[in-house]
């Protein structure tokens, strides 16, 4: 299974973004996905993940900034960014549920991921 992450790009604070995660349709109907960030010297976090029945999770720093959807026609996963900051500037990253041995999906934790895509770079200028 591959995740292909795209989108990312330099963008003025109060910019938005959509990043795309292109997904095996297998995949994206039986599993719940995430998009997660890196920041320069920071641990890899949990922005937002959608199960496989379009329940969402968000981190409350996010909420209302950034939605997560599905596409099935175009087998895909995205992230819209809205009023981007510059402590959203990351390396952001789709990931894939470990629905045999993780925790549920809403807790959007990297550790219950089992497949994770290569990131895309996301900086917001002030």
């Known amino acids: 299974v591959q995740l292909q992450a795209s989108g990312g790009g330099l963008v003025q604070a109060g910019g938005s973004l959509r990043l795309s995660c292109k997904v095996p349709?297998?995949?994206?109907?039986?599993?719940?996905f995430g998009w997660f960030r890196q920041a320069p010297g920071k641990e890899r976090e949990g922005v937002s993940c959608?199960?496989?029945?379009?329940?969402?999770t968000y981190r409350d720093s996010v909420k209302g900034r950034f939605f997560i959807s599905r596409d099935s026609l175009n087998d895909a996963v995205y992230l819209q960014m809205n009023n981007l900051q510059p402590e959203d500037t990351a390396v952001y990253y789709c990931?894939?549920?470990?629905?045999?041995?993780?925790?549920?999906?809403?807790?959007?934790?990297?550790?219950?991921?089992?497949?994770r895509g290569k990131g895309t770079l996301v900086t917001v200028s002030s």
């Open positions: 990931a894939r549920h470990n629905r045999r041995h993780g925790r549920d999906w809403s807790h959007c934790s990297d550790a219950d991921m089992d497949v």
């Open positions: 349709k297998f995949s994206l109907n039986n599993y719940a």
């Open positions: 959608i199960s496989k029945d379009d329940g969402t």
